[in-house]
């Protein structure tokens, strides 16, 4: 039982290179989650999936796309990254409806640098 | 007003200090209530999980949430190196699924 992996681990880019950052989760959860993480902003959702199939924008959709390709992966595209762009990314997922235990799993993250 | 503040610190205690670490929040439609402990260059991890007010406990870990005041507060009582980390705390209404993040504090233990 892996739980939510993610690859890869660290990226370079230069600006306008395109890149897909892949995750996938072994919980057989419902919901998956994109966030990103910049120092003094905290964690911010990008996209989330509530469902297969089902994607919808978060706080700071612009400049990415996802894919829910099935249960168990979701993938976040940079189609021309920026520099602000940036930062360290977390793929999440949960079981929903909210229970007893509302947790989100983590991956271990993506360090993005776009030059 | 940002829907979640968090004081992001640094806050520096001695060894064995009890710790206190506080958010504040907007939204009085939040239900649920966390906190999640972050160490360096690793995912977050849930440490305390609450469902509206009141206090939880969980061995040196205490979490209490204050609805009528909308301020939730993490208690670390005999503090160790290990628990040098940042903490995040993190809520969510229960209506579409999605979970708001404060920013976090950095909290270091000083041996």
Redesign the interface.
Known sequence: NAG?TQTPKFQVLKTGQSMTLQCAQDMNHN?MYW?RQDP??????IY?S?SEGTT?K?EVPNGYNVSRLNKREFSLRLESAAPSQTSVY?C?S?E???LA????F????TRLTVL | QKEVE?D?GPLSVPEGAIVSLNCTYSNSAFQ?F?WYRQYS??????LM?TYSSGNKEDGRFTAQVDKSSKYISLFIRDSQPSDSATY?CAM?D?R????I????TRLHILP
Do not use: C, T
């Open positions: 939510v919901s966030y003094g902003m905290g964690l911010r959702l989330y509530a919808d978060g977390f999440a949960s929903p409806p909210l235990s509302n947790e989100q983590f991956g271990p993250g | 968090q992001p649920y966390m260059r690793k995912g977050p991890e849930l999980y995040l969510s229960n579409d699924d999605k979970i993040f404060g920013k976090g």
